[in-house]
Nanobody, 127 residues
Framework: QVQLVESGGGLVQAGGSLRLSCAAS????????MGWFRQAPGKERDIVAV????????YYANSVKGRFTISRDNAKNTVYLQMNSLKPEDTAVYFC????????????????????WGQGTRVTVSS
């Protein structure tokens, strides 16, 4: 079992920044890849970024590339999502998720490939 708790969401003006955190517990954190997803009202849950077990491999959705940075601190059992240059279209509930089946240097991007999910944290970007 893995428990995930997100924090750091809030209301920010366009062009601003936020850093989301996701604290994990229950299994050795460095044994699984981590992803950030988001879901806007009325839309499907989409991948935002993924980081491999060691942090050596990262993936970003095209919509956030160059603006968002995913990182992890395996000593603190925490994954982060630094979001800069935020746009109104980034408004969504953001979820972190754990993928227990990827290898050390691979990652997955589909919702149904993740095993555990946090409860989500809301990000609202005003124009």
């Amino acid at each position: 079992q893995v428990q995930l708790v997100e924090s750091g969401g809030g209301l920010v003006q366009a062009g601003g920044s936020l850093r989301l955190s996701c604290a994990a517990s229950g299994r050795t954190f460095s044994s699984y890849a981590m992803g950030w997803f988001r879901q806007a009202p009325g839309k499907e849950r989409d991948i935002v970024a993924v980081i491999s077990r060691s942090g050596a491999v990262r993936y970003y959705a095209n919509s956030v590339k160059g603006r968002f940075t995913i990182s992890r601190d395996n000593a603190k059992n925490t994954v982060y999502l630094q979001m800069n240059s935020l746009k109104p279209e980034d408004t969504a509930v953001y979820f972190c998720a754990a993928d227990l089946r990827s290898s050390t240097i691979t990652y997955r991007t589909a919702v149904n490939e993740y095993d555990y999910w946090g409860q989500g944290t809301r990000v609202t970007v005003s124009s």
